[in-house]
């Protein structure tokens, strides 16, 4: 088991539901990253948080809208969702030596399985 | 021409052999390299990462990387049937919007 951990494992919502997945990390680490994997797709880069300031925002349209509160926590808020939003979303963590940018070595989150209708 | 290039498998090997996974990259400025291996319903693994040019070993995994190439591997030695899992490839780009790129995997079939 990893230390990070997201909730919830499965979620089903309708188009016009507003949700929100979490992520928590035991590992001490100061960036965390949202990643987003569909079937037959490779693994998809959201968003990255370092030091809990955004750094990257891969295209992602505004009805995905991430959170960092703090280095230990990472939210996405989902609203008005569409059927093709439906897919794995992966929370990860590293630690990033100072100066330096983030994708080093990541630990993954289990996953939300999201299911829009 | 994709960042990140995998044979999507599925490689069959039988247990006790050496399988044999490879992967390519576009970006010529890459310096950092991570094997991940990812079961059936479960989230990636780290297992492996390389930066410099040549062979890293950790247990029966084999890394290897060559940049003028811009081909990384991962072997496994003495293959056995719990191996068998999807193997994704990550490369950094450094070129423009610094991202990790994943490969789409290659599929590895361990017969016992």
């Known amino acids: 088991e990893t230390g990070v951990t997201q909730t919830p494992r499965h979620l089903v919502m309708g188009m016009t539901n507003k949700k929100s997945l979490k992520c928590e990390q035991h590992?001490?680490?100061?960036?965390m990253y949202w990643y987003k994997q569909s079937a037959k797709k490779p693994l998809e880069l959201m968003f990255v948080?370092?030091?809990?300031?955004?750094?990257e925002n891969n295209s992602v349209p505004s009805r995905f809208s991430p959170e960092c509160p703090n280095s230990s926590h990472l939210f996405l808020h989902l609203h008005t969702l569409q059927p093709e939003d439906s897919a794995l979303y992966l929370c990860?963590?590293?630690?990033?030596?100072?100066?330096?940018?983030?994708?080093?070595?990541?630990?993954f989150g289990p996953g939300t399985r999201l299911t829009v209708l | 021409q994709k960042e990140v290039e995998q044979n999507s498998g599925p490689l069959s090997v039988p247990e006790g052999a050496i399988a044999s996974l490879n992967c390519t990259y576009s970006?010529?400025?890459?310096?950092?390299f991570f094997w991940y291996r990812q079961y059936s319903g479960k989230s990636p693994e780290l297992i492996m990462s390389?930066?410099?040019?040549g062979d890293k070993e950790d247990g029966r995994f084999t890394a290897q990387l060559n940049k003028a190439s811009q081909y990384v591997s991962l072997l496994i030695r003495d293959s056995q049937p719990s191996d068998s899992a999807t193997y994704l490839c990550?490369?950094?780009?450094?070129?423009?919007?610094?991202?990790?790129?994943f490969g789409t995997g290659t599929r590895l079939l361990v017969s016992p």
């Open positions: 990860a963590s590293s630690q990033v030596p100072e100066g330096l940018a983030a994708f080093n070595e990541q630990f």
């Open positions: 590992l001490g680490h100061n960036a």
């Open positions: 948080y370092n030091f809990k300031e955004q750094t």
């Open positions: 970006d010529r400025g890459s310096q950092s």
């Open positions: 390389i930066y410099s040019n």
């Open positions: 990550a490369v950094k780009i450094e070129t423009g919007f610094q991202k990790l790129v």
